[in-house]
């Protein structure tokens, strides 16, 4: 695995013509990542990982400060994982120039995390769209944990690059929790509610499948969540191609983001 400290290098020794997969990331790498990376290795011919703590879609500093890091560990998972290319930017490369950064986020999609972390897939959007001026790679894989981030993502770059997103399926623990960096935050007690909250958005996931006139279960459901003294931003159920409010019983997806102690956490089915 060659690492590289620049993107001007990265540039210099590695042709992005060829058919390489781009797989961003904040570090703190676990099944989910590696689910990702395992993807582009299938597809492409060559893989690159990013690892770069982005502190623009932080909205409290203290929250960017405490993101866990462990860039040893991660590593000795891509050089066992055979990745071919590791790029560490640094932050002052990525944010050279403050006037590409000006992203903006219209109104009617201002819903779930973008409602309630204002300023957060601004701060997203600036650093993809940074990586595909600069990287310009064939395929972006991303993970549908962070879903809204997906949809974004794709609607912005749809007539500004070539890159095609790859979506890749959440990776779950065996009690139904989504893998996440931020989990390593969580105590055993805690682990468990958010175990209580997946496997409470799913059985509802599955009653709406099987009877649309479930979806009306869903205030019950959130008062099931919060019995559990869990404060959520959000339980919502929306398009899962638009984010719409006009969904169907063949194109909708629960969506929540909740926090156990002062950890914010999604997740979606």
């Known amino acids: 695995m060659i690492i590289f400290k620049s993107i001007n290098k990265l540039n210099k020794e590695v042709n992005f013509k060829a058919n390489i997969g781009f797989v961003p990331t904040m570090g703190a ?14 597809k492409c011919k060559k893989t690159l990982v990013s690892i770069f703590i982005n502190p623009s879609q932080f909205n409290k500093k203290k929250d960017l400060k405490k993101y866990p890091k462990n860039l040893h560990n991660d590593i000795k998972i891509l050089k066992k994982l055979k990745v071919d290319y590791l790029l560490l930017p640094k932050v002052n490369e ?11 986020i219209i109104k009617k999609d ?30 972006m894989f991303l993970g549908e944990k962070d879903y809204q981030q997906i949809i974004l993502i794709k609607k912005f770059i749809k007539k500004k690059f070539k890159t ?18 931020r989990n390593l935050h969580l105590s055993k007690n805690e682990i468990g509610k958010a175990s209580f909250v997946s496997k409470c958005i799913y059985k509802l996931y599955l009653s709406i499948k099987k009877n649309f006139n479930n979806r009306l279960n869903i205030s019950l459901v959130k008062s099931n969540i919060e019995s559990k003294k869990i404060i959520s931003d959000y339980l919502e159920i929306r398009n899962k191609t638009n984010l719409s409010k006009n969904f169907n019983k063949k194109n909708f997806k629960i969506f929540i983001a909740y926090y156990l102690n002062d950890i914010r956490l999604i997740d979606n089915f």
């Open 94 to 104: 990525i944010y050279k120039s403050k006037k590409k950064m000006k992203i903006n």
């Open 110 to 139: 201002k819903v779930l995390c973008a409602k309630y972390r204002p300023g957060h897939f601004e701060g997203v959007l600036a650093v993809i769209n940074q990586f595909l001026i600069n990287i310009k790679p064939k395929f």
């Open 164 to 181: 095609k997103i790859i979506e890749c399926k959440t990776i779950r623990l065996n009690n139904l929790v989504p893998y996440s960096s």
């Open 29 to 42: 790498l676990h099944k989910g990542h590696i689910s990702l990376i395992n993807s582009s290795k299938k």
